[in-house]
């Protein structure tokens, strides 16, 4: 089983940029896919995009097309999702869960959550 | 405004079974599995079901069932464990991406 561990909690400017890692250990890196999903306080949960670790290939919510990038490394098992020209309302806890196809298998396991503040 | 439709909330007793449910329509939930999400206290969510499959180390009273468009996660015998917020989750083929309930706050009395 693979876990997922996030990078530490934000805080940024308005217009910024910020990139959220999620490393993974354990089974073969590059048999998964990852998904971002992200939680605004009090609210459900929101996809951001999934984007394969054996390849590389994306694809993001049409919500956050042109705004995030989704990265994967397989030298260090770790995936990254950045977003740009952040808003107040982008702040929210930031997941990412393994995902071995977009359409199909489940989010299992989770990161711990990546908390990011926007605030000027 | 969420793609599926769950309710807001749903409570029972201790050893009463429940029902969620989860409302979609023929371009996701009546074409994907389903998958289930247990949050408990804003934490880290965590798979429930998938489909009609039953993550290891979920208690068997965990069940899941789907009809058409709508998809049911059942809790036998609630233990006060369960209370959490729950979120079903699928494909959606039109838009091209996974799509979340807006959850349903399960309350164990």
């Known amino acids: 089983q693979v876990q997922l561990v996030q990078s530490g909690a934000e805080v940024k400017k308005p217009g910024a940029s910020v990139k959220v890692s999620c490393k993974a250990s354990?089974?073969?890196?590059?048999?998964?896919?990852i998904s971002w999903v992200r939680q605004a306080p009090g609210q459900g949960l929101e996809w951001m995009g999934w984007?394969?670790?054996?390849?590389?290939?994306?694809n993001y919510a049409q919500k956050f097309q042109g705004r995030v990038t989704m990265t994967t490394d397989s030298s260090t098992t770790t995936t990254s999702m950045e977003l740009r020209t952040l808003r107040s309302d982008d702040t929210a806890v930031y997941f990412c869960?393994?995902?071995?196809?977009?359409?199909?298998?489940?989010?299992?396991?989770w990161g711990q959550g990546t908390l990011v503040v926007v605030s000027s | 405004q969420s793609a599926l439709t769950q309710e807001a909330s749903v409570s029972g007793t201790v050893g009463q079974k429940v029902t969620l449910s989860c409302s979609g329509n023929?371009?996701?939930?009546?074409?994907?599995?389903v998958g289930w999400y247990q949050q408990i206290s804003h934490g880290v969510p965590k798979s429930v079901m998938f489909?009609?499959s039953l993550p290891s180390g979920i208690p068997d009273r965990f069940s899941a069932s789907k009809s058409g468009t709508t998809a049911s996660l059942t809790i036998s015998g609630l233990q006060p464990e369960d209370e959490a917020d729950y979120y079903c989750?699928?494909?959606?083929?039109?838009?091209?991406?996974?799509?979340f309930g807006g959850g349903t706050k399960l309350t164990v009395l």
């Open positions: 989750s699928t494909w959606d083929y039109s838009l091209n991406a996974q799509v």
């Open positions: 023929s371009k996701n939930i009546g074409s994907y599995a």
């Open positions: 869960a393994a995902k071995d196809s977009p359409a199909s298998a489940p989010l299992d396991p």
């Open positions: 354990g089974n073969s890196f590059t048999l998964y896919g």
């Open positions: 984007i394969s670790t054996d390849n590389g290939n994306t």
């Open positions: 489909g009609n």
